[in-house]
């Protein structure tokens, strides 16, 4: 994992980390425009910091959560961390064509609740509600990250970005590992 102090130098060319959406959306904005601009180190690094440790994971969930899930997410972010270097510096590469970014906030009790019409229940898919109802921590802010071509109304999202008290990080797809029988 990459230093705080190293996470922040490189990010603070374009912007200063802080707790908002707008930040959140400035960040992914720098990350794309790394990764079309060809900076393989920038977008390799600032990938690198939206990906969870054991101790980032825990601020993300519960403080009872179980063994196995917390095993399977560990595993699940170490394998991004394992894979070809090129490969993770775009992973979260979108189309040049969707240029517009929407960050979408709930908090783990909205996606729990799911109520028809709330930006959890439009915006966030269902496995992050199951998410919500038995592993996500109470009272944290999770953010869908949305990049869309204009005047479209669906693109690509990235899923459960959350602040973890100094820097943002991204949970991801966790539903696809978590609870597997």
């Avoid at 709330?118 to 915006?123: P, Y």
């Avoid at 998410?131 to 459960?160: C, Q, S």
Wanted: hydrophobic fraction near 40%.
């Amino acid at each position: 994992m990459l230093t705080t102090a190293l996470v922040l130098t490189l990010c603070a060319q374009d912007f200063k980390q802080e707790n908002k959406p707008e930040n959140l959306k400035a960040c992914v904005a720098a990350l794309q425009k790394a990764i079309g601009a060809g900076d393989t180190k920038t977008s390799l690094a600032m990938t690198k910091s939206l990906l969870c440790d054991e101790a980032r994971l825990k601020k993300a969930l519960k403080e009872d959560v179980a063994k196995e899930p917390l095993d399977a997410l560990i595993k699940m972010h170490k394998g991004y961390l394992d894979t070809d270097e090129a490969k993770l510096a775009t992973a979260l590469k979108v189309k040049p064509e969707q240029t517009e970014i929407r960050v979408h906030g709930a908090t783990t009790e909205e996606i729990a609740k799911y109520e028809k019409d709330s930006v959890a229940f439009k915006e966030f898919p269902g496995g992050a509600k199951k998410l919500a109802e038995t592993i996500l921590r109470p009272g944290v802010t999770f953010y869908e990250v949305e990049f869309l071509e204009p005047g479209k109304d669906a693109g690509m999202k990235f899923h459960l970005f959350f602040w973890d008290g100094e820097r943002w990080a991204m949970l991801g797809a966790a539903w696809r590992v978590v609870d597997k029988k």
